[in-house]
């Protein structure tokens, strides 16, 4: 079967490391070489250097600055007590650059990614929805092109609202101009089945659930008991954007002198980044940025992984609406997840369907150290966990479901994709 020749426009370039940028990969690396090609908007700094590498044309434009003064703006709300203010200080900004973007940056890049799909005789566009710019100038690409178009949705445009400091009509002008590019899609992927019934009924579009699944040769035994009698490890990789959540995991520790029922507690954390802020003693290894499967093989190394997510009312869209797709990783190491984090959201949700290890929806130490006891302490709950964990990934969180879904969303059969290319996944 013939697969269209396709466009994946992004702001997040297919690559091996970033969570965006692996999912992106693996998908490509499933499509036929001579028939798909990237238009990338990254952010300023990014470095282009690996252009071409999985041996399809990739373009390469930095995407305009899309953020007002978030940190001045917030800091001026602390200080003063109004919180109105951080979206005032910070709306000076955003509303007059997004109307900039909108009317004078967006034309051009459209121009740009046409002249690019048309040298490569583009017949379909896949348009990832991460940030503004791309859901200003989608529909825009794919009308000029008159070729069908298709999306996926990481993240509720609300996420932007937050991250950017965007002002009250900025985010109105831009969820109208996201409404318009659902209805001119003719296939959706969303990352949550959250998100699905939302979308389902706020825009009235059906949608397929593309949540990243880990490779079959990556998963690693389910765990049959702690790797120490006086230690206790918890993992954690990837970023750590729910800093709050984050602090009060290490003032829990804190607070029990960094032991849980006689074992000394270790965090073992693993990404490019960290956030560590301690008054006192901690006990952190920090092994920075891996490789995927170094990442699952060092989390099958630990007792426990840790996923945080924000309890922030701000967030509280993405919270119901996104899918931590570092959880795909954790369960791939074979052992259980504490989740930390609202009861109303994606991964609570999911653990009520496959209980993987213990979700803790307060930011109290007492009741993180209780829930981080019994994963230490209770046998059964350990292994029912882990054997839970399996069953996620045998059902819904591996290859085989990720390639349907995405065939589905392109609008071939799975086969014409799978046997297209041999395949190296990396895994989240």
């Not at 282009?48 to 041996?55: D, H, I, K, L, V």
């Not at 259980?336 to 949700?349: K, N, Q, T, Y």
């Not at 882990?386 to 065939?407: I, K, P, S, W, Y």
Request: glycine share 6%.
């Amino acid at each position: 079967m013939n697969v269209p020749r396709l466009l994946l426009l992004t702001g997040t370039p297919p690559s091996r490391a970033g969570v965006g940028g692996i999912f992106l990969n693996d998908l490509c690396l499933s499509y036929p070489t001579e028939s798909i090609s990237c238009f990338a908007l990254p952010s300023l700094g990014y470095d282009a250097s690996m252009e071409n590498w999985n041996g399809f044309p990739i373009a390469f434009v930095h995407r305009p600055m899309e953020h007002g003064l978030v940190v001045p703006g917030r800091y001026v709300a602390r200080l003063t007590g109004l919180p109105q203010l951080e979206c005032y200080i910070s709306g000076l900004v955003t509303f007059p650059l997004h109307q900039y973007i909108r009317n004078v940056h967006v034309p051009a890049l459209t121009r740009h990614a046409v002249r690019f799909a048309r040298q490569q005789r583009v017949e379909l566009v896949w348009a990832v929805l991460n940030t503004p710019t791309l859901i200003y100038m989608a529909y825009r690409v794919a009308a000029d092109l008159h070729v069908p178009l298709v999306v996926t949705v990481w993240d509720p445009p609300e996420r932007f609202a937050v991250d950017l400091g965007l002002d009250p009509l900025t985010l109105r002008i831009l969820l109208r101009d996201f409404k318009k590019t659902l209805h001119t899609a003719v296939r959706c992927s969303v990352a949550s089945e959250g998100m699905q019934s939302d979308y389902n009924k706020r825009y009235d579009i059906e949608s397929v659930v593309l949540i990243h699944g880990v490779h079959q040769k990556l998963r690693h035994p389910p765990a049959k008991q702690l790797t120490g009698e006086d230690r206790f490890i918890i993992g954690v990789a990837g970023s750590l954007y729910a800093s709050r959540e984050w602090q009060a995991l290490l003032s829990a520790l804190s607070s029990v002198n960094w032991c849980i029922d006689g074992r000394n507690v270790m965090l073992r954390v693993l990404g490019s980044g960290g956030l560590l802020q301690a008054k006192g003693k901690v006990r952190v290894e920090y092994l920075g940025w891996r490789s995927v499967k170094e990442t699952i093989d060092l989390m099958s190394q630990v007792d426990v992984t840790y996923l945080p997510y924000w309890f922030d009312d701000r967030y509280s869209s993405s919270v119901r609406q996104c899918f931590p797709n570092k959880l795909t990783t954790y369960l791939a190491a074979g052992r259980p997840v504490l989740f930390h984090g609202p009861e109303d959201s994606s991964p609570a949700h999911f653990f009520h369907r496959f209980p993987v290890g213990l979700c803790c929806h307060s930011l109290e130490g007492s009741q993180i150290i209780r829930s981080l006891s019994r994963l230490a302490t209770d046998h059964e709950l350990y292994i029912s966990a882990v054997q839970a964990g399996q069953r996620a990934l045998d059902e819904e969180l591996n290859q085989q479901v990720f390639m349907r879904r995405f065939a589905a969303l392109i609008g071939v059969e799975e086969g014409a994709l799978l046997s297209a290319r041999e395949i190296a996944f990396s895994s989240p």
